[in-house]
């Protein structure tokens, strides 16, 4: 058990720009979850998936927002059109079926910096 | 609206003391699971202690022990013999079970121990 892992850990890019963060969960799980957390706030829920399955998308994840799980395995979370309000802390996190209690495995997060 | 409050945005302590860490919460499930979980300074987010809402007995882990009072929607965590490792923001989380896979956030407090 390698634990949740996510690609970059930082991510400095300039208004306008695309970005595209990745998520690697834990082996054994088949839920993903993406979540947003800026300065002084607690994450917020931004998409899920089961497997390959995006299942439920919060009204936070803008069109400029895309998210994927091909193969529910890693997947990936991509902002185009970057607005500096966009600059978050950006958390992974995954869990099982049989993960006891509903508890979610957090990856380390991205940070974006949009200037 | 499920939503969760934490009203102490920092704390104090002292090594070695014990402290009380406030959480209200608001869903109008009554089949769910509360969660606080432990963010310390650039680490991942990791879980301190989880509470099933069906379970009248309260949860404890080692040092860590939650006062969960359902009536009231309230869901404290007690930290004794403070550690310095302890130093943390430090959020109060709820999921609701066969619904959203959503966890909803509080804001956080963020904890400090001191030597």
């Known amino acids: 058990d390698t634990g949740v892992s996510q690609d970059p850990r930082h991510k400095i890019t300039k208004r306008g720009q695309n970005v595209t963060f990745r998520c690697d969960p834990i082996s054994e799980h088949n839920r993903l979850y993406w979540y947003r957390q800026t300065l002084g706030q607690g994450p917020e829920f931004l998409t899920y998936?089961?497997?390959?399955?995006?299942?439920?998308k919060s009204r936070l994840l803008s069109d400029r927002f895309s998210a994927e799980r091909p193969k529910g395995s890693f997947s990936t979370l991509e902002i185009q059109r970057t607005e500096q309000g966009d600059s978050a802390m950006y958390l992974c996190?995954?869990?099982?079926?049989?993960?006891?209690?509903?508890?979610?495995?957090f990856g380390p997060g991205t940070r974006l910096t949009v200037t | 609206a499920q939503t969760v409050t934490q009203s102490q945005p920092e704390m104090s302590v002292q090594e070695a003391e014990t402290v009380t860490l406030s959480c209200t919460y608001d869903t109008s499930e009554s089949n769910y699971y509360l969660f606080w979980y432990k963010q310390p300074p650039s680490r991942q987010m990791i879980l301190v202690i989880r509470?099933?809402?069906?379970?009248?007995q309260n949860a404890t882990e080692n040092r860590f022990s939650v006062n969960f009072q359902k009536a009231a929607k309230s869901f404290s965590l007690k930290i004794s013999d403070s550690q310095l490792g302890d130093t943390a923001m430090y959020f109060c989380a709820f999921i609701t079970q066969g619904g959203s896979e959503k966890l909803v956030f509080g804001k956080g407090t963020k904890l400090t121990v001191n030597p």
């Open positions: 996190a995954s869990s099982s079926d049989t993960t006891r209690g509903y508890e979610q495995y």
């Open positions: 509470q099933e809402a069906y379970k009248q």
């Open positions: 998936f089961q497997n390959e399955a995006q299942l439920e």
